[in-house]
């Protein structure tokens, strides 16, 4: 029975003694981490430059001094584009951007024959083109590769489609002992389709495409010489960089 006491004598204290320890020990909660919530989405703005060879056509040359007697357009011109442009990705493989391009175009021609004469000075006439095209573009990048749209480190496709306006200013160069060339400007009504390839290099992104850029109509109002050219194409072969600001 003394033992059976004893034993339990020293049980208690043990308790009482445990506990008062325990209590004068500090107390450090738990540190419990939470994790950043990632939404899938990683957009930023870009700032974009652009250079171009271009190669352009229409169909035919209406002139109102030989109605019904459109004159097929049979050269095609050639020249270049320097473009720069602002825009913003939504990191889903969509992005959009405004861009402005100055175009520069020589040689595209139509042949008037004798038989326009003398409503018209019959040989060779040349168009010489200077536009401001501005537009508003929408793309889809799409990885390849098996990346998902392009991210960093990747290669990439893309599709676009814009559309704006195009500002001209252009000049009608005839065959020798025909009148003084004729300068005029006109406004028109301007889209454009893309497609292309590039790499994403995380900050800096590149690429190669074509675009099809089309303008609608070039209006010569000079009296002497009326004429309207409309569908007009623009094939381009084009390179881009973009920048990222984050």
Known sequence: MRKFITAMMVAGATIVGGQAIAADMPYYP??????????????????RGS???????????NHPTAPGTPFLIDGFGYGYSVGAGFGYETGTGLRFDVTADYLSNEGMQTTIPASAA???FPGVHKLSLRSTVLLANAYYDFGLGGGDYGAAGGMFGYVGAGAGVAFNDFITTGPA???ADTRTQNTSF????????????????????????????????????PYWIDHNWVHEVRGTVRYRFN
């Open 177 to 179: 002992g025909s009148p």
């Open 30 to 47: 738990p540190i419990i981490e939470i994790p950043d919530v990632d939404y899938g989405v990683s957009g930023s703005f870009y700032l």
């Open 190 to 225: 301007a889209a454009a389709g893309m497609v292309g390839a590039g790499y994403d290099f995380g900050q800096v992104v590149a690429d190669i495409g074509y675009r099809g850029l089309y303008i609608n109509s070039l209006t010569n109002t000079v009296a002497t010489a």
């Open 118 to 120: 003398p409503a018209l």
């Open 51 to 61: 250079a171009a060879g271009n190669l352009m056509w229409a169909r035919e040359v």
